[in-house]
């Protein structure tokens, strides 16, 4: 096909047409009719300004018997019947109206587009709370409540018993045994929402902070077990419940939703930022607290929980109003952050026609998603004293404001050896060869374990043209091979950008601490929606017809009978190549625009990163021995630095993983894992004086999700704290074995694909030093006698050098790593 722009596009039909069925017969005619015209109007639908050039066909025979492959009748027969098909005015069935056969409009749209808004009024809601207490390290619930709120409420001056409350020990009269208790708790409380609910059809949400992780897993098992009364449908993805819609028959009673997702912080920080005015929150004996002793503390949970539902319910009721007045939304319209940013984007500064936002077809975005790198995380120097903690101001959204990025439809092209970089704009996978003198390595690289490492040495990658022109620049070999062009432009997100930082340094200035958290988290919550990953893990609740069905597909990965009724499966979508029919891309992905925006973040740290005095950085912080000058400085200009701290002494062991000394002897400590609540400064400088020290600490997990029974359990480990393993560069040692340094992994993966565009490559590489070689030596070979030629002509010649090139390049494959796209 032919774009309007004059680039070609190609494409090959997913599967075969069978022409023969199983018992020999000739396939009708029209039905080869229909499968090329339903495959060609789906790539129409995708490029719907192209024009069909030509059609090529080519023909597959299948036989067990590879001596009767050679049939030239029954080949012929077969060519004699497709050229019947394509040319023939009398197919089996009829013929399809050449006006039906024009492409037509998609009712999927393949762009992302701008809206207007379309809120009518706010809607009433609900928040809510439960909390449970240790049985045989099973979390059970002993109290629950809820508050209807609406819209303009003064939740300050609410009476008490506004706030619903259940408790377990009510019913210690008639129910001798806690759990039987907790279950009566549960069911009046889930039995009095239903009734609000049904007596104001305008509510419909109900919110839980944390539900994903906690609230949710209860609940869900509490509607699992009355599986015959009620119908479930759950939104589930990598194990995270984000929606649990409960139904009557086919009607809908309610709908569970976690506020976390739409301001994912802390109660506390949450109500202390929006609604300081309801006051803090509360604190129990949670450690004390079981079953024999709740009733003795009962005067302190009540009025703990109604706290709790009274803080989430002002900290929800002011976002309300905050989204409403400033963009005309209302939070029961979407469900995270990201797409509330997403929205607010779409109705307010988007203009499609000027800058279209293409939905990646499954090819674009796999092929894409291979560039799509986080950002850099490295430690350089274990050690140092009297540095300096900088941040940027804002990385993400400064880069989505300031650079160009990737517009319109991606177009395809397989041969981009001999074309010039510098021509080129889009995603291209490459030959890379990065030389051993650059001691901070610019462009990533994923090995087979899924760490980024930022290695020397000669590998393919799929990486933004952009980042490939800087990397060239820095002295990296770049040999592009093939990608997806796109549309270079302005940015679409100046406005969106300009407009929410500025207002986010008006409220600072304003003392408004809740419109800045606002701000803030709109600002940096877009760029993650469009780089969704539509390969996902998919839990559903659902009956045994259905369980069967699924266990059917190659996508199954689990299942576990939960009631008599009721099964929970967990499947993968989108987990592989599939046909396009069965393709389930985000609604709003377009991850083109999340990639640029990671690599052109790469791209402004890395001359910061690269100074030699740099000991550590992640992502958009860096750690210096020496301060920036005053130019780069400013804790207001978007894209600038901030001096978070002087450091005093620094430990820097691993990625994420650091001690600061600050001043008035005060730490600020980052470890990940599940050991993050135990390290101390004293344990970061054990481990710096020896590397090999380890200790086993006893500790507990107090809130593991066992998703077989849909339970809440605390679980007893034991950790084993030693040097965090980073395998993401290699440390370097003094004559004592002291760590004092660290330099770049090698890396050797040159796939199998293109082994031979690059051994030609290679082979110039060498016809490149080997005249640099001679050049240097001249005055010496003109002073000695001249060796014999070891080759008769320079087809020899170049055919040694060719296969020396390969025995190198597979010598280094085997000691390093190896990896076939």
């Given at each position: 096909?032919?774009?309007?722009?004059?680039?070609?596009?190609?494409?090959t039909?997913?599967?075969?047409i069978?022409?023969?069925?199983?018992?020999?017969?000739?396939?009708?005619?029209?039905?080869?009719y229909?499968?090329?015209?339903?495959?060609v109007k789906?790539?129409g639908?995708?490029?719907p300004?192209?024009v069909?050039?030509g059609?090529?066909?080519?023909?597959?025979?299948?036989?067990?018997?590879?001596?009767k492959?050679i049939?030239?009748?029954k080949?012929?027969?077969?060519?004699?019947?497709?050229?019947?098909?394509?040319d023939?005015d009398?197919?089996?069935?009829?013929?399809p109206?050449?006006?039906s056969?024009?492409?037509?409009p998609?009712?999927i749209?393949?762009?992302?587009?701008?809206?207007?808004s379309?809120?009518?009024e706010?809607?009433?809601?609900?928040?809510a709370?439960?909390?449970?207490?240790?049985?045989?390290?099973?979390h059970?619930?002993?109290?629950?409540?809820?508050?209807?709120v609406?819209?303009?409420?003064?939740?300050?001056s609410?009476?008490?018993?506004?706030?619903k409350?259940?408790?377990?020990?009510?019913?210690?009269?008639?129910?001798?045994?806690?759990?039987?208790?907790?279950?009566?708790m549960?069911?009046h409380?889930?039995s009095?929402?239903?009734?609000?609910?049904?007596?104001?059809?305008?509510i419909?949400?109900?919110y839980?902070?944390?539900?994903?992780?906690?609230?949710?897993?209860?609940?869900?098992?509490?509607?699992?077990?009355?599986?015959q009364?009620?119908?479930?449908?759950?939104?589930?993805?990598?194990?995270?419940?984000?929606?649990?819609k409960?139904?009557?028959?086919?009607?809908?009673?309610?709908?569970?939703?976690d506020?976390?997702?739409?301001?994912?912080?802390?109660?506390?920080?949450?109500a202390?930022?929006l609604?300081p005015?309801l006051?803090?929150k509360?604190s129990?004996?949670?450690?004390?607290?079981?079953?024999?002793?709740?009733?003795?503390?009962?005067d302190?949970?009540?009025?703990?929980?109604k706290?709790?539902?009274?803080?989430?319910?002002?900290v929800?009721l002011?976002?309300?109003d905050l989204?409403?007045?400033?963009y005309?939304i209302?939070?029961?319209?979407?469900?995270?952050?990201?797409?509330?940013?997403?929205?607010?984007?779409?109705?307010?500064?988007?203009?499609?026609?000027?800058?279209?936002?293409?939905?990646?077809?499954?090819?674009?975005d796999?092929?894409?998603?291979?560039g799509?790198?986080?950002?850099?995380?490295?430690?350089?120097?274990p050690y140092?004293?009297?540095?300096?903690?900088?941040d940027?101001?804002?990385?993400?959204?400064?880069?989505?404001?300031?650079?160009?990025?990737?517009?319109?439809?991606?177009?395809w092209h397989?041969?981009?050896?001999?074309v010039?970089l510098?021509?080129?704009?889009?995603?291209?996978?490459?030959?890379?060869v990065c030389?051993?003198?650059?001691?901070?390595?610019?462009?990533?690289?994923?090995?087979k374990?899924?760490?980024?490492?930022?290695?020397?040495g000669k590998?393919?990658?799929?990486?933004?043209?952009e980042?490939l022109?800087?990397a060239?620049d820095?002295?990296?070999?770049?040999i592009?091979?093939r990608?997806y062009?796109?549309e270079?432009?302005?940015?679409p997100?100046?406005?969106?950008?300009?407009?929410l930082?500025?207002?986010?340094?008006?409220?600072k200035?304003a003392?408004?601490?809740?419109?800045?958290f606002?701000?803030?988290?709109l600002?940096?919550s877009?760029?993650?929606?469009?780089?969704?990953?539509p390969?996902?893990?998919?839990t559903e609740?659902?009956n045994?017809?259905?369980?069967?069905?699924?266990?059917?597909?190659?996508?199954?990965?689990?299942?576990?009978k939960l009631?008599?009724?009721?099964?929970?499966?967990?499947y993968?979508?989108?987990?592989?190549?599939?046909?396009?029919?069965?393709?389930k891309?985000?609604?709003?992905?377009?991850?083109?625009?999340?990639?640029a925006?990671?690599a052109?973040?790469?791209i402004?740290m890395?001359?910061?990163?690269?100074?030699?005095?740099?000991y550590?950085?992640?992502?958009?912080s860096?750690?210096?021995?020496s301060?920036?000058s005053?130019?780069?400085?400013?804790?207001?200009?978007?894209?600038?630095?901030k001096?978070?701290?002087?450091?005093?002494?620094g430990?820097?062991?691993?990625?994420?993983?650091?001690?600061?000394?600050?001043?008035?002897?005060?730490?600020i400590?980052?470890?990940?894992?599940?050991?993050k609540?135990?390290v101390?400064?004293?344990?970061?400088?054990?481990?710096l004086?020896?590397?090999?020290?380890?200790?086993q600490?006893?500790?507990?997990?107090?809130?593991?999700?066992?998703?077989?029974?849909?339970r809440?359990v605390?679980?007893d480990?034991?950790?084993k704290?030693?040097?965090?393993?980073?395998?993401?560069?290699?440390?370097?040692?003094?004559?004592?074995?002291?760590?004092?340094d660290t330099?770049?992994?090698?890396?050797?993966?040159?796939?199998?694909?293109d082994?031979t565009?690059i051994?030609?490559y290679?082979?110039?590489?060498?016809?490149?030093?080997?005249?640099s070689?001679?050049?240097?030596?001249?005055?010496?070979?003109?002073?000695?006698?001249?060796?014999?030629?070891?080759?008769?002509t320079?087809a020899e010649?170049?055919k040694?050098?060719?296969?020396?090139?390969?025995?190198?390049l597979k010598?280094k494959?085997?000691r390093f790593?190896?990896?076939?796209?």
């Open positions: 096909m032919e774009l309007p722009s004059a680039y070609d596009i190609s494409f039909l997913y599967k075969s069978p022409l023969y069925d199983i018992a020999g017969n000739k396939v009708p005619k029209k039905m080869i229909d499968y090329i015209e339903r495959y789906s790539y639908d995708i490029y300004q192209a069909i050039k059609v090529f066909i080519r023909i597959y025979y299948e036989a067990k018997d590879y001596s492959l049939d030239f009748p080949i012929s027969d077969m060519i004699s019947h497709i050229i019947n098909v394509m023939s009398k197919l089996d069935g009829e013929l109206d050449v006006k056969l024009q492409l037509k998609s009712r749209s393949t762009k992302i587009g701008s809206i207007k379309d809120m009518k706010c809607r009433p809601f609900i928040v709370d439960l909390e449970t207490i240790l049985v045989n390290d099973v059970v619930p002993y109290a629950a409540g809820y508050l209807v609406h819209p303009g409420d003064n939740l300050s609410i009476p008490s018993h506004s706030i409350t259940f408790f377990s020990e009510s019913h210690i009269t008639f129910y001798p045994t806690f759990e039987e208790r907790s279950q009566r549960l069911f409380f889930l009095n929402l239903e009734v609000d609910i049904s007596k104001d059809s305008r419909r949400t109900v839980f902070h944390n539900f994903s992780r906690f609230d949710g897993i209860l609940i869900l098992r509490y509607y699992a077990d009355r599986s009364m009620y119908k479930l449908k759950t939104l589930l993805r990598n194990h995270r419940l984000y929606e649990l409960v139904y009557r028959g086919d009607k809908l009673l309610m709908r569970f939703r506020s976390c997702t739409m301001l994912p912080s802390p109660l506390n920080t949450l202390k930022t609604c005015e006051g803090s509360g129990l004996p949670h450690d004390i607290l079981n079953k024999s002793n709740i009733m003795i503390y009962s302190q949970l009540i009025p703990y929980l706290q709790d539902i009274l803080l989430l319910g002002g929800m002011k976002a309300q989204y409403r007045s400033q005309h209302d939070i029961e319209e979407v469900m995270t952050i990201s797409s509330l940013s997403l929205k607010i984007f779409r109705m307010n500064y988007l203009d499609d026609d000027i800058f279209p936002i293409h939905k990646p077809t499954q090819n674009q796999s092929f894409i998603r291979r799509y790198y986080g950002g850099h995380s490295d430690v350089y120097k140092g004293e009297n540095l300096h903690y900088y940027v101001n804002s990385l993400y959204p400064f880069i989505m404001k300031s650079y160009p990025m990737p517009c319109g439809i991606p177009v397989n041969k981009l050896e001999s010039g510098d021509s080129l704009f889009g995603f291209i996978e490459a030959y890379v030389p051993t003198t650059i001691s901070k390595p610019f462009l990533p690289y994923k090995d374990n899924g760490t980024l490492l930022f290695p020397t590998f393919i990658g799929v990486y933004y043209s980042e022109k800087f060239r820095l002295g990296y070999d770049i592009p091979l990608g062009l796109f270079k432009k302005s940015s997100f100046e406005g969106f950008i300009s407009h930082y500025e207002s986010r340094q008006e409220a200035k003392g408004d601490e809740a419109m800045t606002i701000y803030k988290l600002m940096n877009l760029y993650v929606r469009f780089g969704m990953n390969e996902s893990t998919v609740i659902c045994q017809d259905k369980y069967e069905e699924l266990m059917k597909k190659d996508n199954f990965q689990s299942a576990e009631t008599d009724h009721y099964y929970i499966v967990n993968t979508v989108n987990s592989t190549i599939v046909d396009d029919t069965e393709w891309a985000p609604k709003m992905s377009a991850v083109q625009l999340s990639a925006i990671t052109c973040a790469r402004y890395y001359p910061f990163i690269s100074r030699p005095d740099c550590y950085t992640d992502t958009d860096i750690v210096l021995g301060p920036l005053d130019n780069l400085i400013s804790s207001l200009e978007l894209g600038k630095f001096l978070e701290c002087n450091v005093r002494k430990i820097f062991l691993a990625p994420k993983s650091y001690m600061l000394e600050i001043e008035e002897d005060r730490h400590i980052k470890h990940k894992g599940p050991a609540e135990l101390t400064s004293d344990w970061f400088q054990r481990l004086d020896n590397f090999s020290l380890t200790e600490i006893p500790t507990s997990a107090n809130f593991r999700i066992d998703w077989k029974e849909l809440i605390k679980k480990l034991l950790l704290l030693g040097l965090p393993r980073s395998t993401k560069r290699d440390n370097v040692y003094d004559s004592n074995n002291v760590w004092i330099k770049p992994i090698e890396v050797i993966d040159i796939g199998s694909q082994a565009t051994l030609k290679e082979l110039l590489r060498m016809d490149d030093e080997s005249v070689q001679e050049t240097n030596d001249e005055s010496v070979s003109q002073s000695t006698t001249l060796q014999p030629t070891l080759y008769n320079k010649a170049k040694a050098r060719m296969a020396k090139a390969k025995i190198e010598a494959s085997k790593s190896f990896q076939s796209y």
